[in-house]
């Protein structure tokens, strides 16, 4: 079992940035990644990072403005998130598991963070 905490959420404007944190109880050699799911609609893969760090996965709408890391010492994920638009507005969950097809697979769910940004 894993448990997940996230944090870092917030209010931004429009091209601002924020930095997502996620504490996991255990990383053992889970891939780590998140997820997003805004107000009527599906919940939506955002990012993923394999064990070692080496490889990254992004949907398309959120590469080359949000970047996924890693420290394993520290059993923590973060997301950083630069270039915020309104339509990255959403509960941001952190989740472990397993790549398949360049997404991640969850087993295990944090219990997420609202990410606002304002036009």
């Known amino acids: 079992q894993v448990q997940l905490v996230e944090s870092g959420g917030g209010l931004v404007q429009t091209g601002g940035s924020l930095r997502l944190s996620c504490r996991a109880s255990?990383?053992?050699?889970?891939?780590m990644g998140w997820f997003r799911q805004a107000p009527g609609k599906e919940r939506e893969f955002v990012a993923a990072i394999t064990w070692t760090g080496v490889n990254t996965y992004y949907v398309d709408s959120v590469k080359g403005r949000f970047t996924i890391s890693r420290d394993n010492p520290r059993n923590t994920v973060y997301l950083q998130m630069d270039a915020l638009k309104p339509e990255d507005t959403a509960v941001y969950y952190c989740a472990a598991g397993s790549v398949k097809d360049g997404k991640l697979r969850g087993d295990y769910w944090g219990q997420g963070t609202q990410v606002s940004v304002s036009s």
């Open positions: 255990t990383f053992s050699i889970y891939s």
